[in-house]
């Protein structure tokens, strides 16, 4: 029977109400919000004593976004944002999720719900199995579920015939024990959650400076001269971003917002710890708004590039940090060369932009030393991802701006641990010198062959080379590009599993046998044989730090993560020598492991347990390129953007609600863009509307186009709204189906979420 694989278009959509877009953002609107999500799925009482250990040193990691938290004073009711109030809500709730919930609603019946209805019915209570042809999932045992996906792991022709995805909720303790047991059973099938992210990032931060992370820490914020912030809506995404740009902006660092959209989380702030400050109009937060078209990105980067080198020729030294350029980098003769074949006028018209705003933009630039520069998907998820990023580090080594207080680079990571789940190996591509320490550590032989991400895992499933999927947390369904091509991709295998916490689409997407496993969510305690448990997780800065839940489980039925590896890997590995209950009865000795193999964890044990934690590592902050191919930082020669959209034809990027992270919907309203109770919309210039004879709320079909290939998304509401002309805006998951699997970001394989050629039929 066939499966829904996304929320389905009603035959009404009815309800939609469109407000004015607000005028600032956070505030007591934002406190309302999150304390009407704790009451609706926790309780009142229950949600404060919740959230007074939310971020603190003494409580649990938000499951929310990575953004870092105060590494010395933090607030003591109020260290989480209004979305991580929405997520501890969902992981704290009420409703549950029990053996006779399934027994009374088919896969097939769920399936038909919307991914907000399915998530919303709540926290799943037991091991849930799904025979093969069988309609309604049943109660089954740890043990026979253990069993069962070992019998299918054992009984595959090769190693690699399995895929174990990872998403970024996973702690650094069983994000170890689970690439162990990966690679002692022979493969380095590890997609994660960060191939469809930041990715890009990794790669051109690895390329240009030696480390694929972000160079700066939260301290330097409040050092900085200026901070460029493109292709991010903190608001939304990272609220407490907002927080760090406030207090920078109060110390006088200019702030220049690069956007198709205006986020007026960006624009303006009113601080929510801060009662006297909820009068008035707010602090604005942005200097210059650049509203650049959607992948035009590369095209602006090279216009500042090319003004700044015309300003260091008329006036010497006045720009460049020479002493910086002549020590610390290469290339840059090479950059100029490539710089001197594009012309302005070329490049000007992919911006959407005047060369007067481009100007003052390079006036801040040139006229301030300290510089940080953040950016997220919407830089990432383009063809040309991993040029944006390296053409950003070309205009922070002309201007010294690496290495040194109050300024660097900054990615800014969405899920709470999904840097330090690569930290701990969570990679396809892992380096020589990891899988030395771990064969020299665990006694076996580890497998060389690199391994498939998340694109080429979902083709690999496609094409029958894959038989088992394996989902460390996550909604993959509902994460990954092209919904039809994966769910089928999905459909192909023997057996899918999913350690969840809640319902998803993804347990209702499945291949011929599906196990639920259900685990411990941050909040709650971990209690093992030698007593109870914390884990540790790494933030977007590199900061590693201790996160202990201290409610009971929600179920007496439920194992964390690290337990179900454990058990799992006891299960599978007959001819193992690594003692895996031992290893999941006391996390301290899976930190003594992770010590012995991993570079920058020398006295894990003692200095997790400091408050705050410690930082790891990093050469780019130290300044220090050593490891990179020519020993410096190196600068690099990037490409703009090579659409070319036809008179019919727009670009469509997949964004967030405010009730929104990741593939989890909280609600149904967009706040901070004014829309309210409808997902299915597409945001449009009004231009474009008047030239296509649409109306505010007309229904509209889409369809994207890739190499001769159509994928078709029905009935979307249109919205007038400041968009560049030919730019559209869409939520994901609702259009993921017109993101096409092939393609994707080179170097990096992102698919190109951010970059979709569609055209737009009234219905």
């Known amino acids: 029977m066939h499966k829904k694989t996304s929320a389905q278009p009603p035959e009404q959509l009815t309800g939609i109400q469109l407000k004015e877009v607000p005028k600032t953002s956070v505030g007591p609107k934002a406190i309302v919000s999150a304390l009407g999500h704790i009451k609706n799925e926790v309780g009142i009482i229950k949600g404060i004593g919740l959230l007074k250990n939310l971020n603190q040193k003494y409580g649990f990691d938000c499951p929310g976004c990575a953004w870092p938290d105060p590494h010395e004073k ?60 069988a309609e309604y999932y049943k109660e089954i045992s740890w043990d026979n579920a253990f069993q069962i996906i070992a019998d299918q792991l054992n009984a595959l022709k090769n190693p690699n015939e399995a895929i174990f995805y990872t998403s970024g909720r996973t702690s650094n303790e069983a994000a170890f024990l689970y690439q162990l047991f990966v690679r002692q059973f022979g493969t380095n099938n590890l997609p994660d959650c960060s191939n469809m992210c930041h990715e890009s990032s990794g790669v051109a931060l690895s390329e240009t400076l030696g480390i694929g992370k972000g160079s700066v820490t939260l301290d330097d914020f409040n050092h900085t001269d200026l901070i460029i912030v493109i292709g991010q809506n903190p608001g939304t995404n990272h609220p407490r971003m907002l927080t760090a740009l406030s207090k920078a902006k109060q110390k006088g660092s200019k702030i220049i917002t690069i956007n198709p959209l ?94 007067n705003e481009i100007k003052a933009a390079t006036d801040l630039i040139v006229n301030n030393k300290k510089i940080i520069i953040c950016w997220a998907m919407g830089i990432t998820q383009h063809k040309n991802g991993v040029d944006n990023i390296r053409e950003i580090v ?48 665990f006694k076996f032989k580890a497998p060389r062959k690199h391994g498939f991400d998340v694109v080429e895992s979902i083709k690999a499933m496609h094409q029958n080379k894959a038989k088992v999927f394996f989902g460390m947390g996550g909604n993959f369904i509902s994460a990954s590009p092209d919904t039809e091509y994966t769910a089928q991709a999905l459909g192909n295998c023997n057996l899918t599993v999913h350690v969840s916490t809640k319902l998803n689409r993804s347990h209702l997407i499945h291949g011929k046998k599906a196990l639920i496993l259900p685990c411990l969510g941050r909040s709650e305690k971990d209690i093992q044989s030698s007593g109870e448990q914390f884990v540790s997780v790494e933030n977007s800065m590199g900061i590693v730090h201790k996160s202990q839940g201290h409610l009971n489980p929600c179920s007496a039925h439920l194992l964390s993560e690290t337990a179900i590896v454990g058990n799992l890997a006891n299960k599978t590995l007959k001819n193992s020598s690594t003692n895996w209950l031992q290893l999941i009865s006391n996390y301290d000795f899976i930190r003594d492991k992770i010590e012995a193999t991993i570079p920058g964890f020398d006295n894990y044990n003692k200095r997790v347990r400091k408050e705050g934690g410690f930082y790891l590592p990093n050469n780019a902050r ?42 989890t919907i909280y609600g149904l309203n967009d706040r901070y863009r004014g829309i309210l109770n409808e997902r299915r919309v597409i945001l449009m210039n009004k231009n474009d509307m008047n030239s296509m004879n649409l109306k505010k709320l007309d229904l509209v079909d889409l369809t994207s186009h890739f190499n001769n290939e159509k994928r078709e998304a029905k009935r979307f509401l249109v919205i007038p709204y400041n968009i560049p002309q030919q730019c559209t805006a869409t939520y994901f998951p609702e259009t993921n189906v017109l993101v096409p699997i092939k393609s994707t970001a080179e170097h990096s394989n992102t698919p190109t979420s951010k970059g979709v050629i569609i055209t737009i039929t009234k219905r």
């Open 622 to 663: 130290e300044n220090n390129f050593d490891i990179t191919t020519t020993g410096k930082a190196n600068f690099s020669i990037n490409s703009p953007s090579d659409i070319v959209l036809k008179d019919n034809e727009f670009i469509m990027m997949t964004i967030r609600t405010h009730d929104q992270y990741n593939t």
């Open 262 to 355: 205006p986020e007026i989380g960006l624009l303006n702030f009113k601080d929510p710890q801060n009662p006297l400050k909820w009068l008035g109009n707010g602090q604005d937060l942005t200097d210059l708004f650049l509203q650049v078209k959607i992948n035009g990105d590369v095209a602006l980067l090279k216009i500042i590039l090319k003004l700044m080198i015309e300003r260091e020729k008329k006036v010497p030294n006045s720009v460049f940090d020479h002493d910086f350029i002549d020590n610390k980098t290469y290339g840059l003769a090479e950059l100029i060369k490539d710089l001197n074949t594009y012309s302005i006028d070329y490049l000007l018209p992919q911006t959407g932009l005047s060369l």
């Open 74 to 133: 933090r607030a003591f009711l109020a260290e989480y944002c209004e979305n991580g109030a929405k997520a501890v809500a969902e992981e704290a709730t009420k409703n549950k999720v029990s053996p006779l919930f399934f027994a009374t609603h088919s896969v097939n019946d769920l399936s038909k719900l919307s991914d907000y209805e399915i998530g919303k019915k709540g926290r799943i209570t037991h091991p849930m199995y799904l025979p093969e042809g």
């Open 394 to 441: 070309n205009i922070l080594l002309l201007k010294g701006s690496i290495g040194k207080k109050g300024a660097g680079t900054c990615p800014v990571r969405g899920h709470s641990n999904v840097q330090g789940d690569r930290t701990m190996g969570i990679w396809e591509k892992p380096k020589d010198h990891f899988l030395d320490n771990l064969e020299k550590e």
